[in-house]
C-alpha cells in the first residue's frame, strides 16, 4: 500500500469520525482516537499542559501511552478504530 493511500484512507476516517457524536463513545475510546489522531497529525507529544487541566493531562497521557507507535501506526489503529465504531 502506498503512502497516499494511507492518507486518503486516513482522511476518510477522520470525515467519518467528525460525523459522529463524541457522547456515544466512552471516554476510553474518545482518549484512544485522540491519541491515534494526535500521533498520527503530531508526531510526538511534549510535555507543554497545563498540569492543573485534569482533562488535558489525561488527553497527553494518553498520547505519551502510544509514543512507541510510528506515524502509520497511528494512522492505520486509528482507521481500523474508526471503521469498527462505524458499523
Known amino acids: 500500500m502506498t503512502e497516499k493511500d ?3 484512507r486516513f482522511k476518510e476516517a477522520i470525515e467519518i469520525a467528525d ?3 463524541q457522547a456515544d463513545l466512552p ?3 474518545q482518549l484512544r482516537l485522540y491519541a491515534y489522531y494526535k500521533k ?6 511534549t510535555s507543554s499542559f497545563n498540569s492543573n487541566d485534569l482533562r488535558n493531562a ?4 494518553a498520547w505519551i501511552q502510544i509514543n512507541h507507535l510510528t506515524i502509520d501506526e497511528a494512522k492505520e489503529l486509528y482507521i481500523q478504530a ?3 465504531l462505524n458499523k
Do not use: C, R, W, Y
Open 6 to 8: 494511507l492518507d486518503t
Open 19 to 21: 460525523k459522529m457524536l
Open 82 to 84: 474508526i471503521h469498527e
Open 27 to 29: 471516554q476510553d475510546v
Open 58 to 61: 489525561f488527553k497527553t497521557n
Open 40 to 45: 498520527a497529525t503530531s508526531g510526538t507529544p
